[in-house]
């Protein structure tokens, strides 16, 4: 009994990356003839399952079963075979651990939570993509503004062009949550909200320069991780302004 709660507060100081490694290990012996602790299982799923990071990466299968009796009932009748439960374990946990092993943070990334799933999976996206492709993230970053700007006037029921453009969004929705410069007298607040609404509009300008959403010639700048960096950051913390913002108002 005492190595067991040793092995649990071990399992404590195990970073994401680990943890998930470990469950998986867990889960193929369990499904092989071998042992997995149920203490240890809850254990672990729960943090995973709280942790909104990699929520959405997690196999459904752990979401519904909330003990590693209701695990060995569902595997057991899914596949008859050691190497198939083997397999189909390997295979659920792979988009999350591929994840977890390129993954790198910077201090916003795990600041920044967006409750509307689509917008956080813009989000996501974008952190997965800013050093393995940076071109990719500054056109997911771009697209989550445009979703995030979309969202608040839509849910301000204030009408707009699908076509408009980025900026113009911004306007609309700076002036309906009281950010527009003109909106304020103090000179610093207008000049830090100018500010913004050129960050914003910089970002639109460059996914058209260096994202991936248009054709490029042979002689288009690549864009570097630095610059994917640079972009995901201040779209990152745009977004999580303006939707804090519109949030705190919904209160009102």
């Avoid at 602790?37 to 997690?58: D, G």
């Avoid at 057991?76 to 374990?89: H, P, V």
């Avoid at 990719?136 to 839509?154: F, H, M, N, P, Q």
């Avoid at 288009?220 to 950051?233: D, G, M, Q, T």
Wanted: charged letters at 25%.
């Amino acid at each position: 009994m005492n190595e067991l709660y040793s092995e649990i507060e071990n399992i404590e100081t195990f970073s994401d990356y680990e943890l998930v490694q470990y469950l998986q290990n867990g889960l193929v012996s369990c499904s092989t003839g071998g042992v997995f602790s149920n203490k240890i299982y809850q254990n672990i799923r729960i943090k995973l399952i709280q942790n909104k990071n990699i929520v959405m990466y997690l196999p459904q299968w752990i979401k519904t079963c909330r003990d590693i009796e209701q695990f060995w009932g569902f595997i057991k009748i899914k596949f008859s075979t050691y190497a198939e439960r083997r397999t189909y374990i390997w295979e659920e946990f792979s988009e999350l651990l591929n994840f977890l092993e390129l993954r790198t943070t910077t201090p916003i990334d795990d600041v920044i939570i967006f409750d509307e799933s689509h917008i956080h999976e813009q989000w996501k996206k974008a952190l997965e993509r800013k050093k393995v492709d940076p071109e990719g993230a500054i056109t997911t970053v771009r697209a989550l503004i445009e979703s995030l700007l979309k969202y608040i006037l839509d849910e301000k029921k204030i009408t707009y062009n699908d076509n408009t453009d980025l900026s113009e969004l911004y306007k609309e929705v700076s002036k309906s949550l009281n950010l527009a410069p003109e909106q304020h007298q103090e000179q610093i607040f207008k000049q830090i909200l100018g500010g913004a609404n050129g960050i914003i509009s910089g970002l639109g300008s460059l996914r058209n320069k260096l994202g991936d959403a248009h054709g490029k010639s042979k002689t288009n700048i690549k864009p570097k991780e630095r610059h994917s960096e640079l972009a995901v950051n201040l779209a990152g913390v745009m977004a999580l302004f303006l939707y804090e913002t519109f949030k705190e108002q919904e209160k009102i």
